[in-house]
């Protein structure tokens, strides 16, 4: 790629490391780390000091270390936005306003502006905190991470443990075109792997966000009312292994539900591309396709994915080295409002009825102690800490699409 491209990497976590590492070690990059949380960018450029940041790549049995060093990390934007031709924010949902927040003084024509993952609701976050200023920048959404990573020594090492083959997203392209592709320049950044499947249209990443109603699903199937008592139980059962009929029905009819939300896009919108919405069997079977050992069935597919093996359900003790389920674990705090409320929102808008997720969103909320849903409509007090649709006052499909 010619030229000397501005690269800012927000976060401190994982997926920043690594984003971080790999871009530096680009030829003709000038990359910079912008991090939020507490102290950590301080931490950070201390732990590192005059070394190399390492990147070491798990692959085929062989070890493969990268060396790079970002020439900026900071929690000061004036230190590392100015002049971004890339930012990739790579934090968790509930910390992308703040980042938006920061960058809304820095857009510019033809900026690009990534999440990885989007997560669900981020084009809706993106139109409410940066405005008609957002229609000049390249703006792209990736379903999830590209990689399985974790820091192995905070500041100075990472490790790639997995790579993922393809990586879906969509883009919203500059209004006039501008700047360097927005697909080419990511791709460069990561390298040849996972290559980019982008395609469609934002909304469809949002509703292809399969966290946001497997993770409840499941949770529902084990620990619904249809099932378990309230007593504490000997183990922690297994979260996808552990997989029997009843909450395989349950996932299923949820994805049928998305799936018919983007069917009613389509109808009513012809020129809305939402074909990246497909049954989550079909994804699993894309996505993990060396991994599982039997995808005859969505049910064998998730109980014999070998990625999975050994994770199971969220639990905290109970006395007598017994377990209850944790329902203050991620799997409700961020996938509820920032996952499957937004997959109602938009079905409210779009006119889809969904039962079962209604179902298994007013039992979360429950457990939560939040109010989303009241008489089946999504207007509870707590829709305002969700990125549903209706907390940005978007009610109609060209809110949400345009």
Request: one cysteine or more; glycine letters at 8%.
């Amino acid at each position: 790629m010619p030229g000397d491209l501005k690269v800012v990497v927000c976060g401190g976590g994982n997926a920043a490391h690594t984003m971080a590492g790999l871009a530096a070690s680009r030829q003709n990059t000038d990359v910079r780390v912008f991090d939020l949380f507490s102290d950590e960018a301080e931490r950070w450029a201390k732990a590192l000091g005059n070394d190399d940041l390492t990147v070491s790549v798990h692959r085929e049995g062989k070890i493969t270390d990268i060396k790079s060093k970002p020439n900026v990390i900071t929690n000061d934007p004036s230190k590392s936005l100015p002049g971004a031709d890339i930012i990739i924010i790579a934090v968790p949902a509930f910390a992308h306003a703040a980042y938006l927040d920061a960058i809304k003084s820095y857009l510019k024509p033809g900026l690009i502006i990534v999440a990885t993952p989007g997560q669900p609701g981020f084009e809706f976050e993106v139109k409410s905190k940066l405005g008609e200023g957002v229609s000049q920048c390249n703006v792209v959404c990736i379903e999830t991470l590209p990689w399985a990573c974790r820091i192995k020594e905070f500041g100075r090492q990472v490790e790639i443990l997995g790579c993922k083959v393809s990586m879906t997203g969509a883009i919203k392209y500059a209004d006039p075109p501008a700047g360097p592709d927005p697909q080419d320049t990511f791709q460069f950044l990561l390298g040849p792997e996972p290559v980019l499947n982008i395609k469609g249209h934002l909304l469809a990443v949002s509703l292809m966000s399969v966290n946001s109603y497997l993770h409840s699903a499941i949770l529902y199937g084990r620990w619904g009312p249809e099932v378990w008592d309230g007593t504490p139980v000997a183990e922690a059962p297994l979260f996808y292994q552990g997989l029997d009929e009843h909450s395989t029905d349950i996932l299923d009819a949820m994805t049928r539900e998305v799936v018919s939300i983007a069917k009613m896009v389509t109808a009513k919108r012809q020129n809305v591309d939402m074909s990246t919405v497909v049954h989550i069997h079909d994804w699993y079977t894309t996505v993990y396709a060396a991994d599982i050992t039997d995808p005859t069935t969505l049910q064998s597919t998730l109980k014999t994915n070998k990625a999975y093996n050994g994770l199971r359900h969220p639990c905290v003790p109970a006395g007598d080295g017994k377990v209850l389920p944790d329902f203050s674990h991620r799997y409700l705090g961020e996938d509820i409002p920032y996952g499957l409320t937004v997959t109602k929102g938009i079905a409210e808008i779009v006119g889809t009825p969904v039962p079962v997720t209604d179902m298994v969103l007013k039992w979360c909320q429950e457990k939560m102690g939040k109010e989303y849903l009241v008489d089946g409509k999504l207007v509870g007090k707590d829709v305002a800490s969700t990125r549903a649709p209706q907390k940005y006052g978007f009610y109609t499909l060209d809110d949400i699409l345009n």
